[in-house]
């Protein structure tokens, strides 16, 4: 038996792997930081056995609720990715698993490659309505990438969509590959008709290096990019520099920040009430887009979210509050769940990379539903 995490976004410890029926791991933390929930590794067993996974430090995870009613995912082939029995004690979080083939991996939700962000990339820069821009470099020297596409002008609305701040949400690169896919297809109407006012921002992975590096929540020094939006610092945090300078550039006229949510099993979206000019008429253009969205997919819902910030009460160092305060626009967290969509669940699958680029796909139809009206 041979348990490894040496490979992109893996992460896992081996206290004991000698027998099938008590095999004793433990989750690694980010680099310089307490945070840890993502875990990844390949266990090489015997087919036909059932092997039985515990990972002992899960209670002390970043979200321990996150556990309750959690399956984690596997896969054989690295392409489907299944769920598999999971039980988690307040403790222990156990994973049990009768393998079919010799080998398997196993993931807090199915993983975005570093080399599937490079391919994503490189396959944008091929369309005519793309232009691949380069923002700067993180601090362990990878490419902080932006993808631009429709023809930029000074009188064409800036809609900004950042993704995987918190590198494990992979669901949210999934999220930007689904839109992407309707941004680039040049016989989408609704996306022929929004380019013509409209340019959008795409920026997929916002945190290559803690991706890479298996992290859950942090870059490659244990700093958390979505606290770091009031100051960033080419020290600490260049890839919230880079991408906030590039935003001071262009100017902002609706942003999305894309999230996973580890304890709520819903798809939802949190605005910018808390912020010093948040007012009625933002409101009322949000509360539209959250219909539109609700109307086009039960994916989408608006009961089950985050408690809304009180008036002034916003955390300016997060993403979507600086940015909607910064440009006095339109901006929404979105978060999917780890789980599933409790509405609308998969027993099998649960919430998946597939349905991550469904949801990426029908915001465009959501967009398209405010566009107009996003500086009336
Ligand atoms: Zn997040």
Redesign the pocket.
Known sequence: MLITAQFDSGNIDILEAADPENIRLSIRKDNQSDFYQWFHFKLYGEAGVEHVMHIENAGHSAYPDGWKDYYAVASYDRDVWFRVPTEFDGKTLTIRHELDQESCYYAYFTPYSYERHQDLIQWAQQSTLCEHVLLGQTLDGRDMNLLVIGEQSEEKQKIWVTAR??PG?SMAEWFIEGLLGRLLDDEDGAVRKLLQNNVFYVVPNMNPDGSLRGHLRTNAIGVNL?REWEQPSLEQSPEVYHVLKAMDQTGVDMYLDI??DENLPYNFVAGAEGVPSYNEQMDALGNRFKAALVAITPEFQTEFGYDVDAPGEANMTVASNAVAERFQCLAFTLEMPFKDNANLPDADFGWSANRSQQLGADVISAIYAVADDLRA
């Open positions: 701040q918190h949400e979505n999230h996973g």
